[in-house]
Nanobody
Framework: VQLVQSGAELRNPGASVKVSCKAS????????IAWVRQAPGQGLEWMGR????????KYAHKFQDRVTFTADTSTNTAYVELSSLRSEDTAVYYC??????????WGQGTQVTVSS
């Protein structure tokens, strides 16, 4: 099993960013993909998850107005898009395979930096 994420991103405040997570080594539609972030000096923060098979998503309340999860079953790739970026969104973003209640495989992380 591998989850390979896209590279680091630098954005201005107010912009949007889209991070990808390409899955391999298992049946993509059989597991949720969750997204978690870690800001500098902070703990892990759960953002939500998507069911790649049906496209349904669940968002943490804090993110539900600015975050969109999508999944492309033709390429086994999940995406998170975060809009209206602010400096507090600077963090490493991780995708993880979610089989309740565990998160058993993780992407390598994508650094998103929001700075003017």
């Amino acid at each position: 099993v591998q989850l390979v994420q896209s590279g680091a991103e630098l954005r201005n405040p107010g912009a949007s960013v889209k991070v990808s997570c390409k899955a391999s080594g298992y049946t993509f539609t059989s597991y949720y993909i969750a997204w978690v972030r870690q800001a500098p000096g902070q703990g892990l923060e759960w953002m939500g998850r998507i069911d790649p098979e049906h496209g349904g998503a669940k968002y943490a309340h804090k993110f539900q107005d600015r975050v969109t999860f999508t999944a492309d079953t033709s390429t086994n790739t999940a995406y998170v898009e975060l809009s209206s970026l602010r400096s507090e969104d600077t963090a490493v973003y991780y995708c993880t395979r979610n089989t309740e209640p565990t998160y058993d495989y993780w992407g390598q992380g994508t650094q998103v930096t929001v700075s003017s």
